[in-house]
């Protein structure tokens, strides 16, 4: 069976709302007030809470 009208752009898109990409949640560093994801080692200075900090190989580059 075809459909006997057509689907609107609004309903159509209405649908599909749900697929959009997600928004990355950040938070601040206490340390170097860089961007991190929460619950993790920062990337820039490898602080993760008062009792553990993460000791990071720098990569030289050429």
Do not use: F
Not at 10 to 36: F, G, I, P, W
């Amino acid at each position: 069976m075809l459909p006997v009208k057509k689907t609107s752009k609004c309903r159509t898109r209405t649908r599909r709302s749900h697929h959009r990409l997600k928004a990355v949640n950040y938070s601040v560093c206490k340390k170097c007030d860089q961007a991190k994801l929460p619950h993790a080692a920062c990337e820039n200075c490898g602080y993760v809470n008062p009792k553990i900090t993460l000791k990071l190989g720098k990569e030289e580059s050429k």
